[in-house]
């Protein structure tokens, strides 16, 4: 069964970094499609970032563009977010999860075809 974990959630203050991680058991991650999503409280899901399985296709969302980036370390079967200059309107659950065929998509955002999603790490932005 697939496993997904997500890990370096915390508390940072308005301006701060963190970096999420996102590894899995039982299957390599660079053969498939990865995508970062959020969803804050009272809010929908919403889609952050997502990589083909080839690296060709990297995409993300305009509110995130430019601050965060996404990135594989195949080596270690791990898949990152690096979140820089973090506002109060990023605080939200983080997700990842995976496509088992085929590329982002132009409906990525909705993660309408993710197969599989991890159980999500906490970001809260606050001061």
């Known amino acids: 069964q697939v496993q997904f974990v997500e890990s370096g959630g915390g508390l940072v203050q308005p301006g701060g970094s963190l970096r999420l991680s996102c590894g899995a058991s039982?299957?390599?991650?660079?053969?498939?499609?990865i995508g970062w999503f959020r969803q804050a409280p009272g809010k929908e899901r919403e889609g952050v970032s997502c990589?083909?399985?080839?690296?060709?296709?990297?995409v993300y969302a305009g509110s995130v563009k430019g601050r965060f980036t996404m990135s594989r370390d195949n080596d270690n079967n791990t898949v990152y977010l690096q979140m820089n200059s973090l506002k109060t309107e990023d605080t939200a659950v983080y997700y990842c999860?995976?496509?088992?065929?085929?590329?982002?998509?132009?409906?990525?955002?909705?993660?309408?075809?993710?197969?599989?999603w991890g159980k999500g790490t906490l970001v809260t932005v606050s001061s």
């Open positions: 990589i083909s399985s080839s690296g060709g296709m990297l």
């Open positions: 999860a995976m496509r088992r065929i085929g590329s982002c998509g132009s409906l990525w955002y909705t993660g309408g075809d993710m197969d599989y």
């Open positions: 039982a299957f390599t991650l660079r053969y498939y499609t």
